[in-house]
Nanobody, 117 residues
């Protein structure tokens, strides 16, 4: 599975932004998907995950209630809708795929999200 994230950009605090990740491969629908982020000088951290059929999602506490992960298996795409953005959300955002949300095997190149105060 090859993954490519897109949609990042520069926004102001309080704004919304949606990033997406397109995948290649016929087995996309069988994988759990996740979004992770890495801010400068910090370790990569989990943001959100979704099960293979979209029936289960989970979020990091820091984004719960503000971010929404979704997927469209017909389009081989996973989305992350980010609302009420904060400067601390600034990071490179990566999408990933794996057998479970907790076990990611494939990683895409990231997309930069910058939130100004």
């Amino acid at each position: 599975v090859q993954l490519q994230a897109s949609g990042g950009g520069l926004v102001q605090a309080g704004d919304s932004l949606s990033v997406s990740c397109a995948a290649s491969g016929r087995t996309f629908s069988s994988y759990a998907l996740g979004w992770f982020r890495q801010a400068p000088g910090k370790e990569r951290e989990f943001v959100a995950g979704i099960s293979w059929n979209g029936g289960f999602t989970n979020y990091a506490d820091s984004v719960k209630g503000r971010f929404t992960i979704s997927r469209d298996n017909a389009k081989n795409t996973v989305y992350l809708q980010m609302d009420s953005l904060k400067p601390e959300d600034t990071a490179v955002y990566y999408c990933a795929a794996g057998i479970t949300i907790g076990t990611m095997h494939y990683w895409g190149k990231g997309t930069q999200v910058t939130v100004s105060s």
